[in-house]
């Protein structure tokens, strides 16, 4: 059962509110929002809902894509206390660890491509992105191959908000206010974002044509320079893009013709999201390197992994060269405790099976309803990851300017509804938890049909 949390009962709400809007920095947020409106406080969560002020609502993004095993659950405060009370912290520097962070690592293991044996503890989606960075270096170093420093990403990639993770992401607002240059490491290719760039191709020739995109920039910066391409199996933050099919094969293919590392960060997908414990298995591919992190314990605790293939290991470990890299909080007991906890759930009540047989289908089938809607194109899923892209003009895919805010106009009518999904650009993204029900799902198409018809016709009013 969730609780409710009250742990600064002295203070109302209005006083939390102003001391919110006085002192806290928020992620992602023009200030002027948090001037004009004071913030939502959010205060209690069960299940698939999340409660503040008086107001519940049904969450389809579970936080920010991570609570996969849903809000409140109290087998995981539980392993967090037991964990706590045991031992609250000690590090994992030189060669000491604790027996959550070794048995996690054992699991992990066993749950993870083949070959790929070994993993790394941090924080979060950015602190693992940026270790695999690090260690791509020092792998090809060790190899002595310096020259391999250029990373490839693609358009609309996203990856963190560190410096150097920063620097792969494909959106230019998220670089320009930090004067952040990627320079000559970093490379863009083409997104397999079909829908928006495919024209007249089906969508397998585009996804050959992406992939070649990925060859070209292989070869005009010369394969010795070329050190990895990291990507996202589906592109989240952007839009949940879903590959074409056999595109991540193909690149996988170029990147072992060239020489080249294969990263693939499944911050959001791994661990059960597209409906197989990893989206490498989901879209037959095999990366040299994988990045994890928000569903590995549901968020109830920061934690996150880099996992990387016997192949690599045998380099980097080669000999006695220390792998200057770790953080004060790497494979923190309690963290590894409540990821084993989550594990735990993953397994026992077969989530992971259940979103590839049942709630995947399901989802997709349902969602898919939504495009009898005018300002709807496409409506995309892997698993429960969807994107429901919105245009002006379904036959040419025509959209509307950003700057008119559709997808926010959408999103709102839908939160006066009782639902949460995430405006991303032109396109809502839905990320539910995996617990959420036949009947939720039902809900959120309602919900939403509701919402594009009640924007739509204030658009056709003017
Ligand atoms: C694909 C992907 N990689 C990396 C990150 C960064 O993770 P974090 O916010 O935990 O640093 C995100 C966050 O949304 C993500 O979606």
């Given at each position: 059962m969730a609780q409710t949390l009250?742990?600064?009962?002295?203070?109302?709400l209005e006083e939390l509110q102003a001391l919110d809007q006085k002192h806290h920095i928020h992620p992602f947020t023009a200030a002027s929002a948090l001037r004009s409106a004071p913030p939502f406080l959010i205060d209690s969560a069960e299940g698939a809902y999340i409660s503040g002020q008086g107001i519940k609502l049904l969450d389809m993004m579970a936080g920010l894509g991570c609570v996969n095993v849903g809000y409140g659950r109290p087998e995981l405060a539980e392993a967090a206390a037991e964990a706590m009370n045991k031992l609250s912290y000690y590090h994992s520097f030189s060669a000491v660890s604790n027996p959550p962070a070794a048995e996690l690592a054992g699991r992990l293991a066993d749950l993870a491509?083949?070959?790929?044996?070994k993993v790394f503890f941090a924080n979060s989606g950015s602190e693992a992105n940026e270790t695999a960075l690090k260690l791509i270096n020092f792998y090809w170093r060790k190899k002595g191959q310096p020259n391999k420093r250029i990373i490839i990403t693609r358009d609309y990639a996203y990856h963190g908000t560190t410096i150097a993770t920063t620097a792969l992401n494909g959106n230019a607002a998220m670089l320009e206010p930090f004067g952040i240059d990627p320079g000559h490491t970093v490379e863009r290719a083409m997104s397999p974002f079909w829908y928006r760039h495919g024209g007249d191709l089906t969508p397998e020739a585009f996804g050959k044509k992406a992939a070649k995109s990925i060859e070209d920039k292989i070869l005009a910066a010369g394969a010795k320079n070329v050190a990895a391409v990291f990507l996202e199996p589906v592109q989240g933050t952007m839009g949940a893009v879903v590959p074409p099919a056999g595109y991540l094969a193909e690149v996988e293919r170029i990147c072992r013709a060239h020489d080249v590392l294969i990263v693939a960060d499944e911050v959001v997908t791994g661990l059960g999201r597209t409906g197989h414990w990893f989206a490498q298995e989901t879209f037959g591919f095999t990366a040299d390197i994988m990045t994890l992190a928000k569903g590995l314990s549901s968020a109830y605790l920061p934690i996150s992994a880099m996992m990387v293939h016997d192949s690599i290991v045998e380099v980097v470990e080669g000999d006695e060269t220390i792998f200057q890299h770790g953080f004060t909080t790497s494979a923190h007991p309690v963290t590894a405790a409540v990821a084993l906890k989550n594990l735990d759930i993953l397994q026992e009540e077969g989530l992971v099976d259940k979103i590839r047989n049942d709630l995947g289908p399901y989802f997709l089938a349902k969602l898919k309803t939504l495009e009898a809607s005018p300002l709807v194109g496409e409506v995309r899923a892997s698993g429960l990851f969807a994107g429901i892209e919105l245009c002006k003009v379904k036959e040419t895919r025509e959209q509307y300017p950003l700057e008119m805010g559709l997808c926010d106009h959408v999103g709102n009518a839908a939160m006066m509804r009782g639902l949460i999904v995430r405006p991303c650009g032109n396109v809502l993204v839905l990320c539910p938890p995996f617990i959420v029900s036949h009947a939720q799902i039902d809900f959120t198409v309602e919900v939403l049909a509701d919402a594009l018809a009640e924007i739509y016709t204030a658009i056709q009013a003017g």
């Amino acid at each position: 059962m969730a609780q409710t949390l009250h742990l600064t009962p002295k203070l109302s709400l209005e006083e939390l509110q102003a001391l919110d809007q006085k002192h806290h920095i928020h992620p992602f947020t023009a200030a002027s929002a948090l001037r004009s409106a004071p913030p939502f406080l959010i205060d209690s969560a069960e299940g698939a809902y999340i409660s503040g002020q008086g107001i519940k609502l049904l969450d389809m993004m579970a936080g920010l894509g991570c609570v996969n095993v849903g809000y409140g659950r109290p087998e995981l405060a539980e392993a967090a206390a037991e964990a706590m009370n045991k031992l609250s912290y000690y590090h994992s520097f030189s060669a000491v660890s604790n027996p959550p962070a070794a048995e996690l690592a054992g699991r992990l293991a066993d749950l993870a491509p083949d070959g790929m044996n070994k993993v790394f503890f941090a924080n979060s989606g950015s602190e693992a992105n940026e270790t695999a960075l690090k260690l791509i270096n020092f792998y090809w170093r060790k190899k002595g191959q310096p020259n391999k420093r250029i990373i490839i990403t693609r358009d609309y990639a996203y990856h963190g908000t560190t410096i150097a993770t920063t620097a792969l992401n494909g959106n230019a607002a998220m670089l320009e206010p930090f004067g952040i240059d990627p320079g000559h490491t970093v490379e863009r290719a083409m997104s397999p974002f079909w829908y928006r760039h495919g024209g007249d191709l089906t969508p397998e020739a585009f996804g050959k044509k992406a992939a070649k995109s990925i060859e070209d920039k292989i070869l005009a910066a010369g394969a010795k320079n070329v050190a990895a391409v990291f990507l996202e199996p589906v592109q989240g933050t952007m839009g949940a893009v879903v590959p074409p099919a056999g595109y991540l094969a193909e690149v996988e293919r170029i990147c072992r013709a060239h020489d080249v590392l294969i990263v693939a960060d499944e911050v959001v997908t791994g661990l059960g999201r597209t409906g197989h414990w990893f989206a490498q298995e989901t879209f037959g591919f095999t990366a040299d390197i994988m990045t994890l992190a928000k569903g590995l314990s549901s968020a109830y605790l920061p934690i996150s992994a880099m996992m990387v293939h016997d192949s690599i290991v045998e380099v980097v470990e080669g000999d006695e060269t220390i792998f200057q890299h770790g953080f004060t909080t790497s494979a923190h007991p309690v963290t590894a405790a409540v990821a084993l906890k989550n594990l735990d759930i993953l397994q026992e009540e077969g989530l992971v099976d259940k979103i590839r047989n049942d709630l995947g289908p399901y989802f997709l089938a349902k969602l898919k309803t939504l495009e009898a809607s005018p300002l709807v194109g496409e409506v995309r899923a892997s698993g429960l990851f969807a994107g429901i892209e919105l245009c002006k003009v379904k036959e040419t895919r025509e959209q509307y300017p950003l700057e008119m805010g559709l997808c926010d106009h959408v999103g709102n009518a839908a939160m006066m509804r009782g639902l949460i999904v995430r405006p991303c650009g032109n396109v809502l993204v839905l990320c539910p938890p995996f617990i959420v029900s036949h009947a939720q799902i039902d809900f959120t198409v309602e919900v939403l049909a509701d919402a594009l018809a009640e924007i739509y016709t204030a658009i056709q009013a003017g």
